[in-house]
C-alpha cells in the first residue's frame, strides 16, 4: 500500500494493579521496577523513539505518580550532582528527559482492561495510527533493530495493523490473545481472526501477541462500545478482530527475545540477559552465576 500515514503516537498503559508483584507494588508502579538500572517504563520509551515515536501517552491509575515525575527535571539532583562535577551521573539522567509538551498522561479511573485503558487515549490518538507498548514486556533486540521499530516497518509495507506475535507452549494460550492464521511467509503472519485467553483444545493456533502493536485508529469506533470479553474485562484483542477485514491485519514474528516482566521468573530472567550484555557487569554476573549453578 502507497504512504499509510507517518507514525508518531504511542500509548504506554500503565494503570494495572500489578498484583503479581506485590507487596513491591503496593506503593510503587510496576513499571517503575528497575532492570539492572534502568525502570522498565525507560525501555519501552527507548525502543518506542528508535521506532520514530514523538508523543507520548501515559494510560496511568492512582498511585502511578512517581512514572510521571520520573520524567520530569529533577532540579534539585540535578544541581546537587553539577556542584559534585558527577557528570556520569547526569548522563545517565538524560534517557528520562522528555521535550516538554511531548507526554501526556490519563487517568484510567479504574482498571477495567486494557481495550478500555486504550480507550482513555482516544482524544489523543485522534484518527491516526498509533503503537500500544505494555511497559511489562521488555524485548532485547536481536539485530540491532527493536521489535517497534520491526512493526513501524511492516506497518509502512502492509499499511495496516501489525501485533507482534511469538510461538508459545500449547497448554499457555489461555494467558494471550491468539490469532487465527491465514497465509504465512514466515515473517508475516496474515491474521484471520484473534481470541482473547482462548483454552488450548479451543485456540486457533499458537501463535500469541505480545505487548507491542501499531493499530490503524478503525479500531477505536469498537473499542468506544465498552463490551467486556474474556475476565469480565474490556479486551483489546476483541476490538482489533472487528477490524480484519477492513483494514489489513497481520502479526510479525520479530527477531528478538522477549521477557514477561509482568512475572516474577520473567523479571529475574530479564536481569540476568541484560546484565549480561552490560561490559560493566557480564563478568562478575557470569561469576556468580557459575557459583549458583554449582550449588543447584
Ligand atoms: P496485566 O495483565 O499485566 O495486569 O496488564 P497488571 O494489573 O499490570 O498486573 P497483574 O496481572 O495484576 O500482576 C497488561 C498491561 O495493561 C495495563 C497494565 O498496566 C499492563 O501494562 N492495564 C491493564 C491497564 O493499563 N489498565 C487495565 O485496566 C488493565
Known amino acids: 500500500m502507497s504512504n499509510p500515514k507517518p507514525l508518531r503516537k504511542a500509548v504506554l498503559p500503565v494503570a494495572g494493579l500489578g498484583t503479581r508483584f506485590l507487596p513491591a507494588t ?13 525502570p522498565l517504563i525507560q525501555y519501552a520509551i527507548d525502543e518506542a523513539r528508535e521506532a520514530g515515536i514523538e508523543e507520548f501517552c501515559l494510560i496511568t491509575g492512582r498511585g502511578k505518580d512517581s512514572l510521571i515525575d520520573y520524567f520530569d527535571i529533577a532540579y534539585e539532583l540535578e ?43 482516544r482524544a489523543f490518538i485522534g484518527d491516526d495510527p498509533f503503537a500500544i507498548l505494555l511497559p511489562d514486556d521488555i524485548v532485547q533486540a536481536a539485530s540491532g533493530k527493536g521489535c517497534l521499530k520491526q512493526l513501524a516497518d511492516a506497518y509502512h509495507e502492509t499499511g495496516g495493523s501489525v501485533v507482534a506475535v511469538t510461538e508459545v507452549p500449547r497448554e499457555q494460550t489461555n494467558r494471550y490473545g491468539i490469532l487465527d ?9 496474515e ?34 462500545k465498552l463490551e467486556k470479553g474474556a475476565g469480565g474485562e474490556v479486551q483489546l484483542t476483541d476490538a482489533m478482530a472487528k477490524t ?53
Open 26 to 38: 503496593k506503593a510503587m508502579p510496576k513499571e517503575m521496577l528497575p532492570v539492572v538500572d534502568r
Open 79 to 121: 544541581d546537587t550532582l553539577r556542584e559534585r562535577h558527577k557528570l556520569d551521573c547526569l548522563k545517565a539522567l538524560e534517557p528520562s528527559f522528555i521535550e516538554a509538551g511531548s507526554l501526556i498522561a490519563v487517568r484510567q479511573q479504574e482498571p477495567l482492561g486494557l481495550g478500555h485503558a486504550i480507550w482513555c487515549a
Open 181 to 189: 492464521v491465514g497465509k504465512d511467509d514466515g515473517r508475516l503472519v
Open 191 to 224: 491474521v484471520k481472526g484473534l481470541v482473547e485467553k482462548p483454552k488450548p483444545e479451543d485456540a486457533p493456533s499458537n501463535l500469541s501477541i505480545i505487548g507491542r502493536y501499531v493499530l490503524t485508529p478503525e479500531v477505536m469506533p469498537y473499542l468506544s
Open 244 to 296: 480484519i477485514g477492513e483494514v489489513p491485519f497481520h502479526g510479525l514474528r520479530y527477531e528478538g527475545t522477549r521477557y514477561d516482566c509482568g512475572n516474577k521468573l520473567g523479571f529475574l530472567e530479564a536481569q540476568v540477559a541484560f546484565a549480561l550484555e552490560r561490559p560493566d557487569l557480564a563478568d562478575g554476573v557470569k561469576t556468580f552465576l557459575k557459583k549458583y549453578i554449582d550449588k543447584v
